[in-house]
């Protein structure tokens, strides 16, 4: 059933047993996992199937921090208000977390999941057709690695892991028809969530407060919440609840909107390859045959290696360079590293091809964020055209973030070394720590998942710690990030957070 709520009876109340704020990758999936049960399920989106200018304002607001310009448009940009979300915009990475990002890593304060990477393991799977990909694992890599050889034989220290590459999957376009034909689902459009009613004891939802931008108001009424509307809009909604709660709904503990994390993104120093012409296909994206759609290899520390280390996760993306933008001197230290490597080849057999022509590559970082509490959302008194309080956001990045890509590619730059296979020149120093760095939009971290209520928001049901009906799905929940894009993981625990809602139900 498809709804304008422009066109909602004023004041009216609108029943269901289940309501999801927000209908991108994490709310589609759960409205999904419903269709044709004896759930009703009220999905609202904010926007439409087509995006305006008008609904797009709502996303503005303030930003600063370590890699954000004085004047810049971050907030509005990073968010998508319409049908599918971000998912609109994505690219289609995907890749799982490493177990290793589940852990509680005594070098990495406020780190640590509930739960470890296994007990996700079988949402990962079912993941997999919604978003259009192969399954990850040993087969797969033994197939890619088969056919395209690895720049370095895995170690301790360093490994190729693997992105596959979602069409991408546009969940607003490829889900619309089976929502809108559920007769169980009801879909809002240009219903905007204002406010979260309570009890006098704020445990309870008792509703929501929609408004339309054309003045239009009404409330929602359900057994059961979920916000899903993103790691910024999740915090700014739960902040906006205070009329009982003066300082936001399950904010008792100040932790709404705290660990804002993202995946800066920096060209952190310059590759030389002395013989890519058999070592690099798996390190660029190229469609396998066999398993239909493309994939992308990249270079990673192991576990083993942060641990010794006392590192953050990362993964080296290889971008090629062009020839007028190398530095002369290391192209020099290119064709020293071209010799060696041929050095090397002729002690262990006949060389039959010609001499090896060095490649350089843009060493393109991706790292996990050191959860920061400073690093948060907040509310300024600036209002939107609802008349809500409008974001700040205050992204700080710590010194360690820096230093710990540092260290990184310092044992990139050794490994290669080691093998003859070519060097690693940095770009980084204290002056520049973060050289021409951004933020891809992975917003996570300001709802954190936690078993202490004084250290998160969320339990490991995603269920907000002092509200017992009220649930919080998509990146926010995450308490570290690693460096997989955010999409893969957040459908994963969507699915789960919809099969424990099913069980609540049954009950």
Request: aromatic share 8%; charged share 25%; with cysteine.
């Amino acid at each position: 059933m498809l709804n304008d709520a422009r066109n909602v009876e004023r004041d009216s109340v609108l029943e269901s047993d289940l309501c999801i704020v927000g209908a991108g990758a994490a709310g589609i999936t759960i409205a999904r996992e419903f269709v044709g049960t004896r759930t009703s399920v009220c999905l609202l989106e904010s926007g439409g199937f087509e995006l305006d200018e008008a609904t797009q304002s709502i996303s503005e607001g303030v930003a600063t921090g370590t890699l954000l310009p004085e004047e810049n448009s971050y907030l509005a940009d990073s968010r998508v208000r319409g049908f599918g979300g971000t998912t609109r915009v994505w690219e289609g990475y995907c890749r799982p977390l490493d177990e290793i990002d589940f852990e509680r890593r005594s070098w990495v304060r406020h780190s640590g999941w509930p739960f470890p990477k296994s007990l996700l393991e079988p949402f990962y799977q079912r993941a997999n057709p919604l978003l259009e990909i192969g399954s990850f694992g040993h087969p797969m890599r033994d197939r890619l690695a088969a056919s395209r050889r690895l720049l370095l034989p895995d170690s301790d220290k360093l490994v190729t892991r693997f992105f596959h590459y979602s069409p991408p999957t546009r969940f607003g376009e490829r889900y619309r028809d089976e929502l809108v034909q559920a007769p169980n689902v009801r879909i809002c459009l240009y219903a905007n969530a204002v406010d979260i009613l309570t009890n006098e004891s704020a445990s309870r939802v008792e509703g929501l407060s929609i408004a339309c931008l054309t003045g239009n108001r009404f409330r929602v009424r359900a057994k059961h919440y979920i916000l899903a509307t993103g790691g910024v809009e999740n915090a700014r909604l739960l902040l906006l609840s205070d009329r009982v709660q003066k300082e936001g709904l399950g904010n008792e503990h100040d932790l709404v909107g705290r660990f804002f994390m993202e995946h800066p993104i920096l060209n952190a120093g310059r590759v030389v390859v002395a013989d890519p012409a058999d070592s690099l296909g798996l390190y660029d994206f190229h469609r396998d045959a066999s398993l239909g759609h493309r994939v992308l290899g990249v270079l990673s520390l192991t576990a083993r290696a942060q641990r010794e280390n006392k590192l953050l996760n990362l993964r080296v993306h290889l971008r090629p360079r062009r020839a007028d933008a190398v530095d002369p001197l290391f192209e020099a230290v290119g064709r020293t590293a071209a010799r060696l490597h041929d050095v090397s080849r002729e002690s262990t057999t006949a060389l039959t091809s010609t001499p090896s022509i060095p490649s350089h590559f843009a060493a393109e970082v991706s790292c996990e964020q050191w959860p920061n509490p400073d690093s948060r959302v907040s509310l300024v008194e600036t209002r939107d055209a609802l008349g809500k309080r409008r974001v700040k956001l205050d992204w700080r990045l710590t010194r360690f973030d820096s230093v710990s890509v540092r260290r990184s590619l310092v044992i990139l730059n050794q490994e290669l070394g080691r093998a003859l296979k070519g060097r690693v020149q940095l770009l980084q120093s204290d002056a520049a720590p973060w050289p021409g760095a951004w933020g891809p939009h992975h917003q996570m971290g300001t709802t954190r998942i936690h078993l202490d209520p004084t250290k998160g928001v969320v339990d490991p049901d995603c269920r907000v710690h002092s509200v017992s009906n009220l649930y919080v799905a998509g990146s926010s929940v995450f308490p570290t990030s690693g460096f997989a894009n955010p999409t893969y993981t957040l459908v994963a625990l969507a699915l789960r957070l919809a099969d424990h809602l099913k069980d609540r139900m049954r009950t």
